[in-house]
């Protein structure tokens, strides 16, 4: 993907700044985390058990409130800026694959006719065009998570926050759906947040990768991953990927000692 501007000279979209979250039982999720989310960033969370990615994954997405600091939308925030991607798709048994995408739409307040073109293009996207009237049951773990993905990018969000999406499928599947996910950013320009317990993943998706440790929970590095986008199946075969790995397991082995 032509990223067209360097990190640093990117747009803030969103500003996350001197964050604690405490939760009952005084267990400090979260220590004085900032971050400034630019546009068109892809950031990954990358972390051992229990360094809080999913507590601020969910204070990003305005599901819980930070016991301190500040989370704030750099732009003026419309209806649909924000898509979520949780672990599990989470999607309804009883309804068909098309009216599962049109959810954020229905809730919206919004017809099936009116916005049938934007579900059919989001399907499209994820390549499950095809399966629009099928059910949840009828597909594979692969495919639901797709469906979840169609979900969250239909209404072509400028921000998709997704917490370990990927973490139940098979490698092969996983490595599809990196390339997929990467496709689809180009394609709706959109920001990305990912929660991933995965070096490899996390280089081969991200160009900054937010390196936290446990107890408390606190940012400790960020790794940038300069490659340039598209990436492929050469990309992770490279050395470059190979040394970028490295930078990241070095990082993520200081935020194990930090919590050691
Ligand atoms: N609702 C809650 N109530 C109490 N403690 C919580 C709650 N949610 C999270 N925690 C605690 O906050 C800390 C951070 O949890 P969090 O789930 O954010 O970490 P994580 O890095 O996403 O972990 P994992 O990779 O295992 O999903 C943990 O100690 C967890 O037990």
């Known amino acids: 993907m032509p990223k067209v501007a360097p990190i640093d000279s990117r747009a803030a979209l969103l500003t996350v700044e001197a964050v604690d979250k405490v939760f009952p039982g005084n267990v400090q999720a979260l ?4 971050l400034t989310v630019r546009e ?4 990954s969370l990358l972390g051992p058990s229990g360094c809080g990615k999913s507590t601020a994954l969910r204070l990003m997405a305005g599901l819980s409130q930070p016991t301190a600091g500040r ?3 750099a732009i003026p925030r419309q209806k649909g800026d924000l898509g979520v991607v949780f672990q599990e798709p989470t999607l309804m048994p009883w309804a068909t694959v098309a009216q599962n995408v049109f959810l954020p739409f229905r809730l919206e307040g919004r017809a099936y006719p009116s ?3 934007d579900v059919l293009n989001a399907l499209k996207l994820v390549g499950l065009d095809r399966f629009q009237n099928s ?3 009828e597909l594979s773990g692969g495919m639901k998570m797709r469906v979840a993905i169609a979900r969250a990018m239909v209404t072509q969000p400028r921000l998709i926050l997704m917490d370990e999406p990927f973490a139940a499928l098979d490698e092969i599947t996983r490595f599809k759906l990196n390339n997929d996910l990467l496709a689809m950013q180009a394609r709706i320009g959109c ?3 990912f929660v991933t317990h995965s070096v490899f993943e996390s280089v081969f998706l991200s160009d900054r990768i937010v390196v936290m440790a446990a107890r408390p929970g606190r940012v400790i590095e960020e790794v940038r991953v300069d490659a340039p986008y598209p990436r492929t199946e ?3 075969t490279s050395a470059d990927y190979a040394a970028h790995c490295r930078a990241a397991s070095t990082a993520l082995e200081h935020a194990m000692a930090e919590a050691a």
């Open 234 to 236: 050469a990309f992770r």
């Open 191 to 193: 920001t990305v947040i």
């Open 135 to 137: 059910y949840p049951r």
């Open 31 to 34: 220590r004085d985390m900032s």
């Open 40 to 43: 068109g960033d892809f950031i």
């Open 71 to 73: 989370i704030d939308w």
């Open 115 to 117: 916005v049938r073109d």
